[in-house]
């Protein structure tokens, strides 16, 4: 069974969808310049993570109120949280980056943020194709989302070799190696929802 027009789980895995897109882009596209702007990065995003919560709040109050769902209830549930996995790491490393008073992004975290960003994307469009009932049209946005989570393994490794050839200071290694930790940490939360996508698939196409 599929989803059907308008179906109410449809509508939320929609709602949360693009707030993982609002926030990712606020995230990749947030201008930082001085240690000032970090308190005002890390509380949007504070922001898009507590309307997150909110929103799998629903997803699961209403997967408690009905009796039959469009596709397993488990699947609804696992692709709603997984989403939101993504959302929850990003706000993290905004507040790392302000806890650690981090203003400038280098090069391989530029690099992170574009691989998730086109993650997210490919989200987001499968989530368009799960409302039209085009369940095999996912698979294709799946392998894409596993692609950038592959591309992040190799930037973390790449990124962590750079700083021990360059970093001297022992605090600014670890802060730096947390925080790309933490990009590709959020790249596998982009994974757990490609795997979501290909048991939808294998549930219902």
């Known amino acids: 069974m599929i989803f059907k027009k308008e179906d109410k789980f449809s509508v939320h895995l929609s709602t949360i969808s693009a707030n993982l897109t609002e926030g990712t882009n606020f995230f ?8 000032d702007d970090l308190k005002y990065f890390s509380e949007e995003m504070k922001k898009f993570e507590l309307k997150g919560d909110t929103l799998v709040h629903q997803v699961i109050q209403d997967l408690n109120n009905v009796f039959i769902t469009p596709i397993e209830r488990e699947d609804i549930l696992a692709l709603a949280m997984h989403m939101d ?15 650690y008073n981090i203003s400038t992004a280098d090069e391989f975290m530029l690099e992170f943020v574009d691989m998730i960003q086109g ?18 049209a996912i698979r294709e ?6 692609d950038y989570e592959s591309k992040c393994d190799a930037i ?9 050839q360059v970093e001297k200071d022992p605090i600014r290694i670890i802060q730096y190696k947390e925080i790309y930790e933490e990009f590709e940490e959020v790249a596998d939360y982009c994974q757990n929802v490609a795997n979501t996508f290909e048991a939808i698939i294998m549930k219902n196409a």
């Open 141 to 146: 946005h799946a392998i894409k989302i596993k």
């Open 28 to 35: 990749a596209d947030y201008k930082l310049t001085n240690i």
């Open 156 to 164: 973390l490794r790449k990124s962590i070799k750079h700083l021990f």
């Open 85 to 99: 996995d993504v959302l929850d790491g990003l706000e993290q490393t905004a507040a790392l980056f302000e806890m």
């Open 119 to 136: 993650a997210v994307e490919e989200t987001e469009k499968a989530v368009k194709l799960i409302a039209k009932k085009k369940l095999p």
